[in-house]
Every structure is written in C-alpha cells, then in structure tokens.
C-alpha cells in the first residue's frame, strides 16, 4: 500500500510540475534537489513508456487503414482483425484514436452493447432509490444528499462508459467487470439512501456505503492500469486516469474520519479532481501539453447512444409513477386526466431532446469543438438529476388534485424547468449545416420562455390538473413551433410556391364556375 501511495503521489507530483512549469515558464513545483528531479522524470519515463513491439503493432494498423470521408468528414478506417472463435477472452484493442492529429477509427456504425443497456437500468433504479427520498421529505437537507449522491452514482457509470467506448470487447473479463460493479453499486445504493437517517450511532448504513463505493472505484482505477498494459494507443491517458482516480479516492479515504461538513468538501474535491481532469485529458490542450505521436478520441455514435439511451430510461420514472400502484383507477376521473397529462409531458420531452436544435442536419457538439463537447457531457448530468426527480413526485401530482407540501410543487416545477434549460443548452452546442429559415435563437426561444413560465408556476395557487395542463400546453407549443421552424429556406419557399399555386387554381375554377352559372 505505501509503494502504491508513493507511486502515485511521485506521479501526480511530475505531472502537476509538467504543466505548471510549461504554462508559466518557470520551475514553481520542482524541487531543489537534482537527485530526486531525476528520479521522478525517470519514473515518469517508465510510467509512459510504450514498448516498441506494442507500438509496432499500432504501427501496423495504421499503415493498414484505408481514408475515408463520411458525410463532410474525414478519417482513416481501421482494419478489421480476424473475430476469435471463441469469446471467453479477446485481445483488447483501441477503437478509435488519434495518430499525429489524425483520426483512425473503425467504419461503421457502434451502438450500445446488450449488457451496457443493462448497467443503464440498475442506475436509473438507483438514482429513483435516492429521488424518493426527496419527494418524501422536500427540504433542502435531503435535497443536497441526493445531489452528492446522484454525482458519485454518474462519476461510476461515466467511467465504464468510457471504459468500453474506448474498448469494449465484450467478453468474459468485462462482462464480470459490470456484474461486479453492479454488485457492489446495489450495496452502496441500499445503504446510501439511509445516510443522515440512520438512528445507530455508530453509522452502520454510512460506513458500508463509503466500502462498496470505494471498492467499486478501486477495481476501476485497477482495470485502467490493467488495459493499459495491452492498449498503446491510449497508455497515456489511461495511466493518468489511474493516478487522478487515486488520488480522488485517497481524498475519499477522509470520509471515515471527519464530521458532516468535512465529509460534504472531500466529497465535492473528489469530484472536482475526477470530472476537471477527465475534461482536461480528453480535450485537444491535453494534446497540444504532451508531445506524444498517440493520443485519445472518442466514438461519437456510441457516445451519443449511450446518452440517449439513459435519457429514455430516466424518462421512464414518468410512467413508472403513473402505473406502478395503480394511482389512476377507479373509472375515468380527473386522475386519468393527471395521468395522460403527465405521459404527455415525458412524450414531449423526449420529442424535444432527439430534435436537438430543430435543424435536420446539425453538426454533433463532440466534433463541433472542445467547449462544445465538454458542454454536451457536463449538461447531460443536471438534466438526468431533476427529470429523475420530477418523475418521482409526479406519481403525487397523479394522486392528489392539491398538494399540501408547497416545497414538493416548486421541486417538481423548477426541476422540469432546470430540465427544460438543459434542453436549450444542450440544443445550442449543435451547430446546424443548412440555411433554415428561422434564427436559432428565435427556434430554440420558447423553451427559454418555458423555462421561465414552468419556473413561476408555483406562485399560483392552482390545482395539479389545472399546473399539469399549462405545463403539457407550454410544452405541445414547442414541439409544434420548432417542428415548423425546422424547414430549411428551400423548402419553405417550394411550400409557398405550391400555395400560391393552389389558391390560382381554386380561384380561377371559381371564376369559370361563376361565368358557367350566369350563362
């Protein structure tokens, strides 16, 4: 354990002192004693060091790649290698890169794997697990609970799902790898909903959390430097991935000794080390900082399948909370009403997050730029958060035609909001690669006004039939108005042609109907 602590602290130190000193130009972090700078670049060498038969492997599906141009964009295909009889084990190999700033990845289109999908399902139950406590107790305790809990559940699944759209081979190891993970997650999910409820002082429900948590992050930081050992491609970064993800957990190592407070800054310094690297090592300044010939990339498709996927299962929350229990029965009552009502909601909500930004050939924010890459990750977190959280309280809103708890309608309305204002966002990373003829922002303006409307709504004193149907109007409004706008210019003014077209003809029948019945 001490050489594991001393290795990485050796490693982060190096790294931190690379950066520093190449950004501002003198030596801030290296210390004075020649003898031990040696050590750690030397350490640093045999850290990043790529064999020469690794890289002469890499080498040689590189000359074997063929140029490709796919819709406007460029790159070079990899070669598929022969599929192995049989699937226990597979030889892990690098699914896309970067070589000298160009891209190689294999042609075709990757969608998300079966047992992928399933990982999705047990995350979105768990963060349902943590939602209900909210709709339970609305007040701003159990509300900042489910945040930190909701961060630390996402940084686990963001890490597999980056694990295999970087390569996924789907076989025995990694298959044991999610069943392991989820294991351990289902601990950490039973007893972590407890946290701050749990009456034995001696903290029983906390204390299993922290374990299964950390178990679960320590097997990832192992399986980053295991795949290293077979990947060259991604060495670099894999490695680092390790340290940041050591340290991170070190820092969480502090949760088992300090109060309630300090327990909320370790664990919001643990995220902030993992997600600030992480964008930091797959964004091009990590390139152009360390001069390798390899660097990383990302699969787009199966990135945004992924996202989309977990999107459509967080939705799910929504009939979940008006099915499970039957909240609508007993005939055709205004609890039908609620419950249509809220299906609507989810429906157009899905609706305007697979239109993006209305335009039928946008430009995906991962190969836009780096700002709007990082933006089109971070945002799908907060959106998942509150559309989890409203569709657990909406099973209440199915139920009750008033709600008593004041603080349960603002949490339903402002998360659906705080929804909605993801929804723009994530709409303006896009870029679109035709003339339509509206302006963005005049397309994308009214799920702003929504967000304002939906976000006021609790300072009215109306029934839950009467909030839901404003809320599903607003939102039909959207959907009918950026459907419209969507027409590129050519197509509007073809539609106005016909028009005029039409209208000539029915006028002209019109007349010579009129002249006929004088006659």
Known sequence: MIKILTFAYFSVTLYFQYIITDSIGFLLFVPKNKTLYMFLANLADRLFYIPPEARERALDRINRSKPV?????????????????????????????????????????????????????????????????????????????????????????????????????????????????????????????KIGDDDTPDETSFYTAVAAYQLVHFILIANWFFYSLFITEHLIRMRLMGIVNAVSFLVRMGLLFVGWRGRIILAITALAIERGFWFYLYSPYFRSHVDSEFSTAVNIEHESDRMTALFIIVLGEFLNAIVVGAPASDGLTSRSLRAVLIL????TLNWIYVTNDASNRPVHPLRRSAVSAILWFWLHEPLCAVLV????????????????????????????????????????????????????????????????????????????????????????????????????CHSLDAVNLQTNETTALLTDGLRNSTIETAE
């Open 344 to 347: 609507v909601i989810a429906f």
């Open 69 to 193: 141009e796919e819709d406007g964009f460029h790159f070079y295909a990899l070669p598929h290698e022969k599929e192995e009889r049989y699937k226990w084990l597979k030889q892990p190999v690098a699914l896309q890169f970067h070589y000298h700033g160009r891209l190689y990845k294999y042609h075709g289109e990757r969608t998300a794997g079966v047992f992928e999908l399933f990982l999705d399902l047990l995350y979105v139950a768990i963060i349902s697990q943590f939602s209900s406590t909210v709709a339970e107790n609305p007040d701003t305790i159990h509300l900042v609970k489910y945040v930190i809990i909701f961060l630390h559940a996402y940084q686990i699944w963001h890490d597999l799902r980056e694990i295999f759209n970087s390569f996924y081979t789907d076989d025995i190891l990694q298959r044991a790898l999610i069943l392991v993970v989820m294991a351990f997650m289902v601990i950490f999910a039973n007893n972590a909903a």
């Open 389 to 488: 959280l409203s569709g657990d309280i909406a099973a209440e809103f199915t139920k009750e035609s008033h709600i008593d708890h004041r603080a349960l309608q603002w949490v339903f309305s402002e998360s659906i909001a705080i929804g909605l204002f993801c929804l723009w966002a994530l709409s303006m990373c896009f870029k679109s690669r035709e003339v339509l003829s509206f302006s963005k922002p005049l397309r994308m303006g009214l799920r702003l006004v929504d967000v304002v409307a939906i976000g006021l709504l609790p300072l009215t004193e109306w029934s839950t039939t009467t909030h839901l149907e404003v809320i599903t109007g607003l939102l039909i409004v959207t959907v009918v108005w950026e459907s419209y706008t969507s027409v590129p």
